[in-house]
């Protein structure tokens, strides 16, 4: 079955810098894969998505990279700050599936210090 | 717009007692789901509709039931709680696709003693 791995629990990272966090997955490669936000005590918020046939897509600081031969997804947040520290949510899709349905990883939380 | 409201915010349930959890979307769309997640285990899909009238099981559907009689509302019910019911209930919601974006709601925290 489809595993998503994001394979830091937590990152703690310097104000100023850039912070990479990185999702992979198992077998099938998705036709989609998102990304989103989640603060403590509240639901995810959508904040990228790439397809299959898309390397890079960009929103102001923020930028997601998708490798089908690697199977991972990077997203990146430059010029971090403070306001960024929350928990990051990848999520693809389940295409080769029957239900039309999407899988989230655990997530990633990231701090940002001062 | 109010996006996605859920109620109620927390609730304490004893072991065997039943409840409803409420799903309400304003943004007409097609597609609702209800997620429960626990720590370290990320979001896991309970139960799904397509549309009105439309319920599917998700990843882990057991204990669960579902109805969607309206389009605006998804109602999430447990017949008999159990203390491995406790967690962190989301909704969301998307418009065409089920891949496309998820709007999610503020969350029920639920404990079953």
């Known amino acids: 079955s489809q595993k998503i791995e994001q394979n830091s629990e937590a990152l703690n990272i310097q104000e100023g810098k850039t912070a990479t966090l990185t999702c992979n997955y198992t077998n099938y490669s998705p036709a989609y894969l998102q990304w989103y936000r989640q603060d403590p005590g509240r639901g995810p918020v959508f904040l990228l998505l790439i397809r299959e046939n898309e390397k890079e897509k960009r929103k102001e600081r923020l930028k997601v990279t998708f490798d089908t031969t690697l199977k991972q997804s990077l997203f990146h947040i430059t010029a971090s700050q403070p306001a960024d520290s929350a928990t990051y949510l990848c999520?693809?899709?389940?295409?080769?599936?029957?239900?039309?349905?999407?899988?989230f990883g655990s997530g990633t939380r990231l701090s940002i210090r001062p | 717009n109010a996006g996605v409201t859920q109620t109620p915010k927390f609730r304490v349930l004893k072991t065997g007692q039943s409840m409803t959890l409420l799903c309400a979307q304003d943004?007409?769309?097609?597609?609702m789901y209800w997620y429960r997640q626990d720590p370290g285990m990320g979001l896991r899909l309970i139960h799904y509709s397509v549309g009105e009238g439309t319920t599917a099981k998700g990843e882990v559907p057991d204990g669960y039931n579902v109805s969607r009689l309206k389009k605006q509302n998804f109602l999430l019910g447990l017949e008999s709680a159990a203390p491995s019911q406790t967690s962190v209930y989301f909704c969301?919601?998307?418009?065409?696709?089920?891949?496309?974006?998820?709007?999610f709601g503020p969350g029920t925290r639920l404990t079953v003693l």
């Open positions: 943004m007409n769309h097609e597609y």
């Open positions: 969301a919601s998307s418009s065409e696709l089920a891949t496309d974006t998820q709007y």
């Open positions: 999520a693809l899709d389940m295409w080769y599936s029957s239900a039309s349905k999407i899988i």
